[in-house]
């Protein structure tokens, strides 16, 4: 099996560190136990340096041998097609995975994050506010009944919801105890960690090339 190889940015600010998106890539090949190197682009020119490969000047994008991929969740689909510890390979288990998926990128990812984003800019938006707000109570009403999204155990699907849902003003936006139960079960396993941990690192170690070449 080929090594995957996982791009992002050389150096991001503070801000977004644990949280850019190829941490979704780096925490899917720990769960699986797949090989994986991290290569980068440039952050300085980043909106034109990488048009080839990420359409939207944005990352991460993912090698598999000859095959290129980029959006995070499309990426994450794949590597989690290599493993039944993130997608069952069995049909209701595969069909009910992809369904949570496309579900916490489209209709809960769709909502919490331009709302971060203007909050962020200081333009809250009450309309998107009460829009967050009704996608978050369903899914709680959903995780008070159930420890997984899907097929009755940890998959991609909740890879990626725990990693939507952990943004710090999303998780700090009400009370929803079965939500935050789930999110500190999730982002509590040590492949999260790892991830998440190693995403720092590398980001600390840029700080200083950084430095030394300015
Ligand atoms: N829908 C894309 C969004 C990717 C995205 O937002 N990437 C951020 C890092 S987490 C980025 O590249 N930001 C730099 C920019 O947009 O200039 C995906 O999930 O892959």
């Known amino acids: 099996m080929s090594m995957l190889t996982i791009w992002t940015l050389d150096w991001v600010p503070e801000g977004p560190r644990g949280f850019v998106r190829d941490l979704r890539l780096r925490w899917a090949c720990e769960e699986a136990g797949l090989d994986y190197e991290v290569r980068t682009v440039a952050f300085d020119d980043r909106q034109t340096n990488h048009l080839a490969r990420q359409p939207f000047g944005q990352v991460p994008y993912l090698d598999d041998g000859p095959m290129r991929m980029f959006e995070s969740g499309a990426a994450l689909l794949h590597i989690a097609r290599k493993s039944d510890r993130l997608m069952p390979q069995e049909a209701i288990g595969e069909a009910e995975t992809l369904q949570w998926v496309i579900a916490a990128l ?4 769709l909502a919490t994050l331009p709302w971060w984003f203007l909050g962020m800019a200081g333009t809250d938006d009450d309309r998107l506010t009460g829009w967050v707000a009704s996608r ?24 990626l919801m ?16 079965a939500t935050e139960a789930y999110v500190s079960r999730i982002t509590d396993r040590p492949t999260f960690r790892k991830a998440h941990a190693d995403q720092l690192a590398f980001y600390a170690a840029a700080d200083e ?3 030394a070449s300015r």
Not at 106 to 109: F, G, L, P, T
């Open 106 to 109: 489209n209709s809960v990812e």
């Open 136 to 159: 978050l109570d369903h899914l709680e009403a959903v995780l008070r009944e159930r420890q997984w999204l899907a097929a009755n155990q940890f998959t991609a699907a909740d890879l």
């Open 162 to 177: 725990a990693d939507i849902l952990r943004i710090p003003k999303v998780r700090a936006f009400g009370a929803r105890p």
């Open 209 to 211: 090339c950084r430095s």
